[in-house]
């Protein structure tokens, strides 16, 4: 029986799992009959014989079909999903543990934020990313949407009820993911353009509505994460020149505004000096005669943060509560920038070192994963999200260990209920979405349709 070649390769090809491969499979097999039938032509037959040869060479349908599925499947990164859960029930134990201690009431609001992280993250694994390649811009506008709205909660008082009203920072997180997906698609398409550079100074300004210039600053080191593996530094120095001193002339503005602002918490620039002079400023503080720090006319918040790490450090044991959790004088922050203090000074120095590895085996995963991605535009979406995780971590456990100095930056995935936990499930959960269809997912979008 004669066998029709487009009938052949389409019989093949509608028992292709995703049909977004069916294209680039057709053409695999023409190609390879084509170079197929070539030889039996060399070797004497005529046009129809070496095709029919050529044909039967390749073998039945349904194996070579049952073949390319294999190849052509969805990845599930088991290891880093279950690291990851391993971290969320380290979290809710500490968690729990700081409601004991009476430093935290948000153990409901850590339930609600894991559930929601949880339903969310499954069709954010099923979905297709590069459906939002087309419309980066949207992604930055909405975006731009919920900055807009953190600045009216904090100017405007408006939702002045209820968790997420007192918490404006629920939407910049949101606004922060949104930012990175986008700038991801926008260079792509843009690369060394002034509507990249737009784009760029626009999302880090719109942070401004929360007043945490932490966020601003990870977020511009991420865009340039990301800028320098779409565009490398030797293609284009000006671009960088210009993108860099903007970005530094942004970030100089901010810390004079916020350092000018009148608030009860000393501004940034005072805080980065006074970690720089600790230790010669030990006069705007004394003890009594009970051995306790007295603060003095000249006391600094940043000042007496800065010792008070000091002295719940040097009392922290291997294994074990600390003897200063029983100082009611204990500093704040514990739900954010001191949380890994925190596990130190509830758990011990051994429990907290196999959580920060938890932590650190998790990130490289992710960095590992991305070699792996062929999709430039999938691959600049985890290169930003690894890249913001990564740096928030390293800053966290610095700060809480008294190495930097003080800023509010969470630790990803460990968190007493705000929303810090919830934006850590979903960008995890996008970079294992990524992962998972870095064989199904074509780089080019303009092949044909078939027939089958």
């Not at 731009?144 to 009820?161: A, E």
Request: with cysteine.
């Amino acid at each position: 029986m004669k066998i029709n070649r487009e009938v052949y390769l389409n019989s093949i090809c509608e028992k292709i799992k995703y049909k977004n491969k069916r294209k680039s499979i057709y053409d695999e097999l023409e190609t390879h009959i084509e170079e197929t039938k070539n030889e039996f032509i060399n070797l004497g037959f005529s046009n129809e014989q070496a095709e029919e040869q050529a044909l039967k060479k390749m073998g039945n349908c349904n194996e070579i079909a049952a073949n390319f599925n294999k190849i052509y499947r969805v990845h599930i990164d088991y290891l880093s999903i279950i690291i990851m859960l391993i971290v969320l029930l380290a979290n809710i134990f500490i968690t729990n543990m700081l409601e004991k201690e009476n430093l935290t009431k948000n153990v409901n609001s850590l339930y609600i934020n894991i559930f929601i992280g949880c339903v969310i993250s499954i069709p954010i694994f099923l979905m297709s990313y590069k459906k939002l390649e087309r419309h980066s811009i949207l992604v930055f506008l909405i975006g731009l949407l919920f900055s807009i709205i953190s600045y009216f909660i904090i100017q405007h008082k408006f939702l002045t009820y209820g968790y997420i009203a007192d918490n404006p920072i629920y939407f910049s997180y949101i606004s922060i993911l949104l930012y990175i997906i986008a700038y991801a698609g926008i260079i792509k398409k843009y690369r060394k353009s002034w509507k990249t550079l737009l784009i760029a100074i626009i999302s880090i300004i719109s942070l401004i509505a929360v007043a945490r210039i932490s966020l601003i600053i990870l977020l511009a080191i991420t865009y340039l994460i990301i800028t320098i593996n779409q565009i490398p530094i030797k293609e284009n120095k000006k671009f960088y020149t210009i993108l860099f001193t903007v970005i530094i002339l942004l970030a100089a503005i901010f810390v004079g505004i916020f350092s000018l602002c009148e608030n009860k918490f000393d501004g940034p620039i005072k805080t980065i000096l006074t970690f720089f002079n600790r230790d010669t400023q030990v006069a705007i503080m004394k003890k009594n005669n009970n051995n306790e720090f007295e603060l003095t006319e000249d006391y600094t918040t940043s000042y007496y943060t800065y010792q008070k790490k000091n002295e719940i450090l040097s009392q922290c044991k291997l294994l074990g509560r600390s003897d200063s959790l029983d100082d009611k004088n204990y500093i704040g922050g514990l739900e954010t920038e001191n949380i890994f203090l925190f596990i130190i000074s509830y758990l011990g120095w051994i429990p907290s070192i196999i959580l920060l590895i938890l932590i650190v085996f998790l990130t490289i995963k992710l960095v590992k994963n991305i070699t792996y991605i062929n999709d430039d535009y999938g691959k600049l979406i985890s290169i930003g999200i690894v890249s913001y995780l990564l740096i928030s971590s390293i800053l966290n456990i610095l700060i809480s260990l008294n190495l930097f100095p003080i800023a509010n930056i969470a630790l990803p995935f460990i968190s007493t209920g705000n929303i810090n936990i919830l934006f850590s499930i979903l960008a995890l959960s996008i970079c294992l979405s990524i992962y998972s269809k870095k064989d199904i997912l074509e780089t080019n979008s303009n092949y044909k349709k078939l027939t089958c």
